[in-house]
């Protein structure tokens, strides 16, 4: 059960996009097409932004999409904003009913 | 509206035990599988546990199985975390969430546990 690995960081400025990078094995992001994202605000709760690799939960902005090749999914924010600046995380089903999520990115809007 | 609001939480000594508490509204909590999910300070998040919609399924991370219990009363929808043997390393914000088999959709606000002597 080993985190998946995502970047630290990654930036852009407003209107730019941006990808991060969530990178797993073929016991989880390669077996599944179960990977989700979710935003992170300081101090606050996590909110699920895309799930099953590219879906949206409704009242999330298009302006986030998915998608997944092999072992590796990411997670594409359009016209960057500044209330995108927050901690993102991947997560992947990793089967037995078990999840794993990733080590977390920062975006920052520059 | 979807709520669910953990409480239990605490300072505890290593080797103690704390049960943390979920009250959850909102949605018909008897139809979900439920999750515990955790952040130690200024980390990333850890999936610790799930339980099925009635109660007859659990799953554990390796970090915590056999000192974890996770269960659920359908008739006060309540989820509950029993924490034994505590560690240090388990010093976190412990949420609760709400989710299927395969996803986690909807988490509660979080309540810190912190074990230190």
């Known amino acids: 059960q080993s985190a998946l690995t995502q970047p630290a960081s990654v930036s852009g400025s407003p209107g730019q996009s941006i990808t991060i990078s969530c990178t797993g094995t073929?016991?989880?992001?390669?077996?599944?097409?179960?990977v989700s994202w979710y935003q992170q605000h300081p101090g606050k709760a996590p909110k699920l932004m895309i799930y099953e690799v590219s879906k949206w939960p409704s009242g999330v902005s298009n302006r986030f999409s998915g998608s997944k090749s092999g072992n590796t999914a990411s997670l594409t924010i359009s016209g960057l904003q500044a209330e995108d600046e927050a901690d993102y995380y991947c997560c992947s089903y990793a089967g037995s009913s078990t999840f794993v999520f990733g080590t977390g990115t920062k975006v920052t809007v520059l | 509206e979807v709520q669910l609001v953990e409480s239990g939480g605490g300072l505890v000594q290593p080797g103690g035990s704390l049960r943390l508490s979920c009250a959850a509204s909102?949605?018909?909590?008897?139809?979900?599988?439920m999750h515990w999910v955790r952040q130690a300070p200024g980390k990333g998040l850890v999936w610790v546990s799930r339980?099925?919609?009635?109660?007859?399924?659990?799953s554990y991370a390796d970090s915590v199985k056999g000192r974890f219990t996770i269960s659920r009363d359908n008739a006060k929808n309540t989820l509950y975390l029993q924490m034994n043997s505590l560690r240090v390393e388990d010093t976190a914000v412990y949420y609760c969430a709400k989710g299927g088999a395969t996803v986690i959709d909807y988490w509660g606000q979080g309540t810190l546990v912190t074990v230190s002597s």
């Open positions: 073929s016991s989880d992001v390669g077996s599944y097409n179960l």
């Open positions: 339980i099925n919609s009635d109660g007859s399924s659990t």
């Open positions: 909102g949605f018909t909590f008897s139809n979900y599988w």
